[in-house]
């Protein structure tokens, strides 16, 4: 392509050169059916450059749009792998146990009840799953459809600690609520409540006890920034970068010990977004993990 257009160039030139040569040898300006070639020339030259960056454009454009559908279906395929992959443990395990159930007639009461309650687990944890898939789906793909109000942050953040403090109490851990009174923001109340709600959880399945999280805010201009840290272990710095991709987990055996879905912080990020905010994570200097996000008033 770039050869094509500069070997335009140099006969545009060498034409130009020629002609204005032959007009310096004549002492005198050309005459008018040369002006008329000469301009016919630039004319053609010019529509010809147009044609081949026109081409050379939609070339472009058609291999970007190939390398997106590339990515994208690679994504779905990994997407749809892993929704597999996370289904088939809960249901195994929900199967196992009630066929054990169903086929062993000699099975004890105790032993049975242990396992109606694992089943009863692995069932809250499938239906924790479904309802992670399903908001990341509507913030997707049906965002315009999700209804806005102004919500107070400070009172949903005090409401999600007091729903989290058995957890909290059970990990002896520690939150220190640095938010001023009134936050207003105009958005989803269910989506800014999951923010909060798997920021606190992921600290509490991952700090480690007897840690520490602190959660603070500053007023902008036109929005807030929120910043949500604890002291705990922390991340390796390999991972931080892919954290908030779905259902990666730094550590899959702890990851599902804990209960989690893989989708927690895939949905923070979302959410935030969606609120016109950006969000980074990073290890704090005194450990642990600290998330900084906006949120547009």
């Known amino acids: 392509m770039w050869i094509s257009v500069m070997l335009i160039f140099i006969a545009y030139a ?21 002006d008329w070639h000469l301009l016919f020339f630039s004319i053609i030259v010019m529509i010809g450059l147009g044609w081949l960056l026109y081409g050379y454009a939609r070339r472009m454009d058609e291999r970007i749009s ?47 009840l242990q396992f109606i309650k694992r089943a009863n687990a692995q069932a809250k944890r499938l239906s924790a799953l479904l309802q992670d898939l399903s908001t990341l789906n509507k913030m997707e793909y049906a965002s315009h459809l999700l209804q806005k109000e102004r919500v107070d942050i400070s009172d949903l953040v005090a409401d999600t600690i007091l729903e989290s403090e058995p957890a909290l109490s059970a990990r002896q851990m520690t939150v220190i609520n640095c ?73 899959k055996g702890r990851s599902r010990e804990m209960g989690g879905t893989g989708l927690g912080l895939s949905i923070v ?26 949120l547009r008033k």
């Open 14 to 34: 060498a034409t130009f050169i020629l002609f204005d040569d032959i007009d310096r040898k004549n002492k005198m300006p050309l005459n008018e059916p040369n």
């Open 66 to 112: 190939r390398e997106q559908r590339l990515r994208q279906d690679k994504m779905r395929r990994e997407l749809t792998q892993n929704i597999a992959h996370e289904l088939k443990t809960p249901v195994a395990s929900i199967l196992g146990y009630t066929d054990t159930i169903l086929d062993s007639a000699d099975i004890s009461e105790q032993t049975k």
């Open 179 to 251: 938010l001023p009174e009134d936050i207003p923001v105009e958005g989803n109340w269910q989506l800014l409540y999951s923010i909060f709600r798997n920021l606190i959880d992921n600290a509490i399945n991952y700090a480690g006890r007897n840690t520490t999280i602190k959660i603070s805010a500053e007023q902008l201009s036109d929005r807030w920034h929120f910043t949500f840290s604890d002291n705990g272990t922390g991340v390796p710095k390999e991972h931080l970068s892919r954290i908030f991709e779905r259902f990666y987990r730094v550590d």
């Open 269 to 294: 990020k979302n959410a935030v977004l969606l609120h016109g905010g950006q969000i980074t994570v990073k290890n704090g200097n005194d450990g642990g993990l600290c998330f900084d996000f906006t």
